[in-house]
């Protein structure tokens, strides 16, 4: 049974950072694609960041670009997100996403972690 784990969400003040962990088990995250994507109430899920299963190649959606750094540990099987500089607009739920291809559309996602909350507070 694929579970994906997200931890490390929580409130901060904005220009401040926070770190989410995302634990997989069940698939060994290094035959795949993984991402983060946030969901904000009443919003559909949108892409914030993909890694490929070496880490050779990052995709960022334009709003993170240059705060926000995905990476992957495979020995361990967990995905990070290191978000820096937050701002009030990237409070939402974070979700964490493993693919067999990189893709930036939740509906075309195989699996999903259960989220996590990440409140910025100006």
């Known amino acids: 049974q694929v579970q994906l784990v997200e931890s490390g969400g929580g409130q901060v003040q904005a220009t401040g950072s926070l770190r989410l962990s995302c634990a997989a088990s069940g698939l060994t995250i290094s035959s795949y694609v993984v991402a983060w994507f946030r969901q904000y109430s009443g919003k559909e899920r949108e892409f914030v960041a993909s890694l490929t299963w070496n880490g050779s190649i990052q995709h960022y959606a334009d709003s993170v670009k240059g705060r926000f750094t995905i990476s992957r540990d495979n020995a361990k099987n967990t995905v990070y997100l290191q978000m820096d500089s937050l701002k009030t607009e990237d409070t939402a739920i974070y979700y964490c996403?493993?693919?067999?291809?990189?893709?930036?559309?939740?509906?075309?996602?195989?699996?999903w972690g259960q989220g996590t909350q990440v409140t910025v507070s100006s």
């Open positions: 996403a493993a693919n067999r291809w990189r893709t930036t559309l939740p509906g075309s996602i195989a699996s």
